[in-house]
Nanobody, 117 residues
Framework: QVQLVESGGGLVQAGGSLRLSCVAS????????MGWYRQAPGKQRELVAG???????NYADSVKGRFTISRDLSKNTVYLQMNSLKPDDTAVYSC???????????WGQGTQVTVSS
């Protein structure tokens, strides 16, 4: 199994930026898809951005144009660059690794992002 460690969360004012990192314990190319999810109080967990092993990306409508998911294969790391942050972006952000054949998901510990007004 893969271990995932997130970092980069914090407190930022509206309009600011943060960059989240997710370091995997094995090659990202061996994982079918990596993604960033978030869960805010009173809301369901949602997929924010994902990237497949082939490099295809997708984003939630609420973050399109503001967030960018990327990867550094040499570092086994997936990033989420978050710009123009809004208070509604406040949530715990978690990194996910998905293995399609066995329908298995692995999660990091989560990192808190708080956006103040």
């Amino acid at each position: 199994q893969v271990q995932l460690v997130e970092s980069g969360g914090g407190l930022v004012q509206a309009g600011g930026s943060l960059r989240l990192s997710c370091v995997a314990s094995r090659s990202i190319l061996s994982i079918n898809a990596m993604g960033w999810y978030r869960q805010a109080p009173g809301k369901q967990r949602e997929l924010v951005a994902g990237i497949t092993s082939g490099g295809r990306t997708n984003y939630a409508d609420s973050v399109k144009g503001r967030f960018t998911i990327s990867r550094d294969l040499s570092k086994n790391t997936v990033y989420l660059q978050m710009n123009s942050l809004k208070p509604d972006d406040t949530a715990v952000y978690s990194c996910n690794a998905h293995y399609a054949i066995v329908a298995a998901d692995y999660w990091g510990q989560g990192t808190q992002v708080t956006v103040s007004s």
